[in-house]
């Protein structure tokens, strides 16, 4: 009798199970990705022309300076300190600019780094309704972040590390903070001789960000308890804003030597990305390096990462709009650039790089870094 009902019990629930799947896939169809929720996108512009020229596929390779950015991990798998510089022109006369500095430790067991970005315009002519021509006035938005990472290599395979962040967001007249933290792994093994590598990455989980400051003050005409036609006169009062959420990103990679010896290499390798603030995209990209010798070397790069925000609707189809991408949509995501390199054997270095993004129908940006190590 007890088996008999332990039987029925099973049944039952395997048949609500089934009977709730599609109903859960149904629900799973529910888009509650937070389009337009966040601030202080400026975190998302990354560090260094390599990176850029590899469509942002990047984070399993990271092991110079730029990994500070990329991926906490993989600045322990640096061999000597090490400095690096990056800038670009983006859209609409912004400019965004990265530094970082980081310093092996213990023999190469841990490193630490420091790093900071900044990202903006000044001198924009303010507009109001009572001037729409400008009043005469100029203001200025300055977004910077400025973050300290401790990484460390567990075995000669694993390493892992951590970043604590300031981001500052100075919008004219106002101004919002918050603290973020950035934590990644690197994998590292070898497959037939040939390196191999997975990286997981999690970018800007951290407090929200309000804005506050004496943007905000204004003076409020209230109404009249009893409609009358008495004038009021203006009363002090100050505007409250909305805190937002920082744009958190996971990343998962992986990278594979196809090519692996002393004179080159060729290194092929993908990554899926879920930001909090739109769709999941996906890419990948590939990177030769050839040793011409006496410590030169000349880097080739190129990637391409979909960008599904570009992609409409099942319900904008209906509604009568086109799904097919124009020609600078499908070039959007589309990346590549080079650089050359000077190392001397246990000694200094040098690494110029240059990378090119096209943004669609933004137009394209060209991306410079510098770096040193000794």
């Given at each position: 009798?007890?088996?008999?009902?332990?039987?029925?019990?099973?049944?039952a629930a395997l048949g609500g199970a089934l009977a709730a799947g599609p109903l859960l896939a149904q629900q799973s169809t529910i888009d509650n990705t937070g389009f337009g929720t966040t601030s202080a996108e400026f975190l998302m512009l990354g560090a260094g022309a390599r990176g850029a020229a590899l469509g942002g596929a990047f984070a399993t390779i990271a092991d110079d300076v730029t990994a500070l950015y990329w991926n906490p991990g993989g600045v322990a798998l640096m061999e000597r300190p090490g400095a690096a510089f990056s800038t670009y022109e983006y859209i609409a006369d912004t400019r965004y600019s990265w530094v970082g500095l980081a310093f092996p430790l213990g023999g190469g067991e841990r490193a630490i780094g420091i790093h900071g970005a900044t990202f903006g315009f000044t001198d924009q002519p303010v507009y109001t309704f009572e001037s729409p021509d400008g009043d005469g006035s100029t203001y200025r938005v300055t977004q910077t972040y400025l973050g300290l990472t401790y990484s460390q290599n567990f075995s000669d395979r694993f390493s892992a590390g951590i970043t604590g962040k300031y981001v500052s967001d100075r919008l004219g007249?106002?101004?919002?903070?918050?603290?973020a933290v950035d934590f990644g792994t690197n994998f590292h093994a070898s497959v037939g001789n040939r390196p191999v590598r997975a990286s997981f990455t999690i970018q800007n989980l951290g407090t929200d960000l309000k804005h506050d400051g004496s943007g905000l003050a204004a003076n409020i005409v209230r109404d009249s308890i009893d409609q009358s036609s008495i004038p009021q006169?203006?009363?002090?009062?100050?505007?409250?804003?909305?805190?937002f959420q920082l744009p958190v990103l996971f990343r998962f990679g992986v990278a594979f030597d196809f090519?692996?010896?002393v004179s080159s290499r060729v290194t092929v390798m993908s990554e899926f990305n879920q930001p909090n603030n739109a769709s999941a995209t996906g890419g990948g990209a590939v990177e030769w390096a050839l040793n011409v010798g006496s410590g030169?070397?000349?880097?080739?790069?190129?990637g391409y990462t979909y960008q599904s925000d570009?992609?409409?609707?099942?319900?904008?189809?209906?509604a009568g709009?086109?799904?097919?991408?124009?020609d600078d949509e499908n070039l959007d995501g589309l990346s590549f650039g080079g650089g050359i390199?000077?190392?001397?054997?246990?000694?200094?270095?040098?690494?110029?790089?240059?990378?090119?993004?096209?943004?669609?129908?933004?137009?394209?940006?060209?991306y410079f870094s510098a770096s040193v190590s000794w």
């Open positions: 009798m007890k088996q008999f009902m332990f039987r029925t019990a099973g049944a007249e106002t101004a919002g903070t918050a603290f006169e203006p009363q002090p009062a100050r505007l409250r804003t909305k805190e090519v692996n010896t030169f070397g000349v880097l080739a790069r190129g570009n992609g409409l609707t099942p319900d904008a189809t209906v709009f086109s799904s097919d991408l124009n390199m000077y190392h001397r054997n246990g000694g200094f270095g040098v690494s110029l790089d240059y990378a090119y993004r096209n943004l669609g129908i933004l137009g394209g940006t060209n």
